[in-house]
């Protein structure tokens, strides 16, 4: 049997470094046995999934040095390699499901779902689907189809017992079927969800391993339940454990920077980010080297070496990793030509030469001016900021409240940012004027720069973040209620007023 593992991430945001992490173990597990990594874009979230998104992941795990045997920019033998592009097959398996009584046709309206969420919770029960739909007859179910009533498709799943699987690393795993939901195969629109065209994708891309986050472990069942049901032979399954920030908390960005796109933009290389996350998978012997190219990784790889404990994504070792690379892997003519790489290709050069130009007397003032472009945090302290028409507490606001902005824009463009901030300024009841000097401060480290828009665009949205993040630490950090509460602000303002 040839080892098939696959990676395979939602085009709805930034590429993450938790993707790049589990997509690192599966090429290094399929690698080590002489097998095939593939990459399947599941993009059934038709509302969020952009190809700006796709290519954004493709080009980051690229330039992590990782490549596939199979996938939507290379071709394959089990293509499509979008899941948009398979709606055909997916309904084909649900007409099996249905015909064979393993799934039913659901006519449940949002608002009645709701209702029995909240009735639920009130009797102290998980929110779980409650059969209404599984009780119609064939001719009620007709009646309503007939009559053009909207339906999804759902799961049966058994009353009582247990699902009893193996997790590769963990053992024996026991989930309660009473525990497991109804699952939503397909959703109204006729597209299937995940767990659907997961199952169904992995077998006919003969995939024999499944390897992803610990995240996934309550869904196994109802995953196993399908296979069960098409009377396939399941894949092995093993679950990483989700990374952690120091103080053993679910990596996210709201925290520490997640995005991939962001250690790239503070300089980081490829190969020493890689190193990086391998050793997070299988920690380097006694007296060894840390310092492992991605080929000795592959070597050395094996599944029974990955800590179940969440391993934690230490900057600071990070930074030591990186340094090794520069200083011991890099000739000076190698060192130039990755500082070239990272920000000084001829396209940004020129459009940074554009906007400095008219905003110089002397070429050594190019220094002061554009700085901030090729820094990471800026030492920023709260006089800095202030001196402008808004207070600390209004400035925390701002900040924060461009963040979820910021946070919720689909791509990353001028236009994009200038809506955002303006909707700040309606939200915060400003003129834009009086909340664009702290931007200005926070972003470029001056009151003065290049137009906002373009350092900010030019700074990529992982970098800006990073900037606000550590301008909200310098004023006070909000706390979750802070958060919500102000979330209200932006809930107010119509979409498009402020454009």
């Known amino acids: 049997m040839k080892v098939r593992t696959r990676i395979a991430p939602s085009p709805t945001g930034d590429p993450h470094v938790g993707t790049a992490y589990v997509g690192l173990v599966n090429y290094c597990f399929a690698k080590h046995h ?11 979230d038709q509302v969020r999934s952009t190809p700006q998104s796709e290519q954004a992941i493709l080009d980051a795990l690229h330039w992590l040095g990782l490549r596939w045997d199979e996938g939507p920019d290379v071709g394959g033998p089990h293509g499509p390699y979008r899941q948009s592009e398979r709606s055909a097959i997916y309904r084909k398996h649900v007409d099996e499901l249905l015909a064979a009584g393993h799934a039913f046709k659901c006519f449940c309206t949002a608002l009645r779902l709701d209702e029995m969420r909240v009735a639920q919770r009130a009797a102290g ?10 009780s119609y ?12 009533e909207p339906y999804v498709v759902r799961l049966k799943v058994p009353e009582n017992g247990v699902c009893t699987f193996d997790d590769l690393r963990r053992g024996t795993i026991e989930i309660e079927w009473q525990g497991v939901d109804m699952q939503v195969l397909m959703k109204s629109d006729g597209l299937p969800t995940y767990h659907l065209a997961n199952v169904v994708d992995d077998h006919l891309m003969e995939i024999t391993h499944v390897i992803r986050g610990e995240e996934w472990v309550s869904s196994a069942p109802k995953h196993l339940l399908l296979y069960s049901y098409f009377g396939w032979q399941p894949p092995s399954i ?8 120091p103080d053993k908390s679910k990596l996210s960005k709201r925290k520490n920077p997640t995005g991939m796109l962001f250690y790239k933009s503070m300089g980081y290389l490829p190969e020493a980010l890689a190193n990086f996350l391998g050793l997070l998978a299988n920690s380097a012997h006694d007296g060894q080297d840390e310092i492992l190219s991605l080929e000795q990784m592959v070597e050395r790889f094996a599944l029974d070496h990955v800590p179940l404990g969440g391993p934690v994504f230490d900057v600071q070792k990070l930074d030591w990793l990186n340094g090794r ?13 990755r500082v070239r790489d990272w920000a000084f290709t001829p396209e940004r050069v020129e459009r940074i030469a554009q906007l400095a130009q008219p905003r110089i007397e002397r070429l050594s003032d190019l220094g002061l001016l554009l700085a901030f472009l090729f820094a990471g945090r800026l030492p920023l302290e709260a006089a800095d900021l202030r001196g402008g028409k808004l207070d600390d507490a209004a400035m925390r606001q701002a900040f924060q409240l461009a963040l979820f902005e910021l946070d919720a824009m689909p791509d990353w463009s001028i236009a994009g940012i200038e809506r955002a901030l303006k909707r700040v300024a309606e939200a915060l009841g400003r003129k834009f004027r009086d909340v664009a000097r702290p931007f200005y401060v926070a972003i470029t480290g001056s009151p003065t720069s290049i137009p906002l828009y373009d ?27 802070e958060q919500a ?5 932006l809930d107010a303002v119509p979409q498009g007023e402020s454009a």
């Open 238 to 245: 093993m679950h990483l454990p989700l990374l952690r920030n």
């Open 137 to 148: 007859g064939a001719a009620e179910t007709a009646r309503r189809e007939a009559s053009g």
């Open 325 to 337: 690379y520069v200083r011991e892997r890099l000739d000076p003519a190698a060192f130039v030509a």
């Open 125 to 134: 029960k998980p929110p779980r689907y409650d059969g209404l739909c599984l």
């Open 485 to 489: 509460e102000w979330k209200k602000l």
């Open 455 to 481: 350092a900010m665009d030019l700074l990529g949205r992982d970098m800006v973040r990073e900037r606000l993040r550590g301008a909200l630490e310098v004023l006070g950090v909000p706390s979750a209620k």
């Open 34 to 44: 002489g097998g095939e990594f593939l990459l399947r874009i599941e993009d059934t």
